[in-house]
């Protein structure tokens, strides 16, 4: 089993920045993909930004150049830099890791999720 433990949400203004984190912990061979989606009242959830066990990276196009996503491995932690931030990135955050069980299983875990609010 695997617990998601995201921090670093909140309420900011405009053009402000945040910057949120995901720690997984618990039980198992390594983690694949994490990455952050979110989810703004009445709309279904989407991609926000992925990053690969070898560093790759994909944003969506809402959020290129203003938002990064990182990883510390050693940590097991992902993060998402917010700079730039618009009314429209108000949704609440969630993170996701994809976690190899054994050399041939593969699950998919999602955090509680944190709320980020800009304000105009």
């Known amino acids: 089993q695997v617990q998601l433990v995201e921090s670093g949400g909140g309420l900011a203004q405009a053009g402000g920045s945040l910057k949120l984190s995901c720690a997984a912990a618990g039980s198992f061979f390594r983690i694949n993909d994490m990455g952050w989606y979110r989810q703004a009242p009445g709309k279904q959830r989407e991609l926000v930004a992925t990053v690969s066990s070898g560093g790759s990276t994909n944003y969506a196009d809402s959020v290129k150049g203003r938002f990064t996503i990182s990883r510390d491995n050693a940590k097991n932690t992902v993060y998402l830099q917010m700079s730039g931030l618009k009314p429209e990135d108000t949704a609440v955050y969630y993170c996701?890791?994809?976690?190899?069980?054994?050399?041939?299983?593969?699950?998919?875990?999602w955090g509680q999720g944190t709320q980020v609010t800009v304000s105009s």
């Open positions: 996701t890791v994809e976690v190899q069980t054994s050399a041939w299983t593969k699950r998919n875990y």
